[in-house]
């Protein structure tokens, strides 16, 4: 099992920052990808930026010049630093992990309780 533990959120005035953390913990063999979603109620989750144990990254076009994902492995957190925030990035941002229970276990998503951001025009 994996269990993800999100901080960094609030409210925060537009053209702000915000970093957001996530710490995974728990007993697992591998976290490959680690991802950020965010979700407005009465909407659908939707992906923010991924991560790969690689380093590789991809973000949303909504974001991209503004957040930067970054993570550490050897502590099993991800980060996203959030700059030049808009009203409309106001969401609950969730972290995900996808990862391996056992070197033989096939992938397993795993969520954050989510935290939420509030951008203020």
């Known amino acids: 099992q994996v269990q993800l533990v999100e901080s960094g959120g609030g409210l925060v005035q537009a053209g702000g920052s915000l970093r957001l953390s996530c710490a995974a913990s728990g007993s697992f063999f591998r976290i490959n990808k680690m991802a950020w979603y965010h979700q407005v109620p009465g909407n659908q989750r939707e992906l923010v930026a991924f991560?790969?144990?690689?380093?590789?990254?991809n973000y949303a076009d909504s974001v991209k010049g503004r957040f930067t994902i970054s993570r550490d492995n050897a502590e099993n957190t991800v980060y996203l630093q959030m700059n030049s925030l808009k009203p409309e990035d106001t969401a609950i941002y969730y972290c995900?992990?996808?990862?391996?229970?056992?070197?033989?276990?096939?992938?397993?998503?795993?969520w954050g309780q989510g935290t939420q951001v509030t951008v203020s025009s």
């Open positions: 991560i790969t144990s690689g380093g590789s990254t």
């Open positions: 995900n992990a996808r990862a391996r229970r056992w070197s033989w276990s096939v992938e397993t998503d795993y």
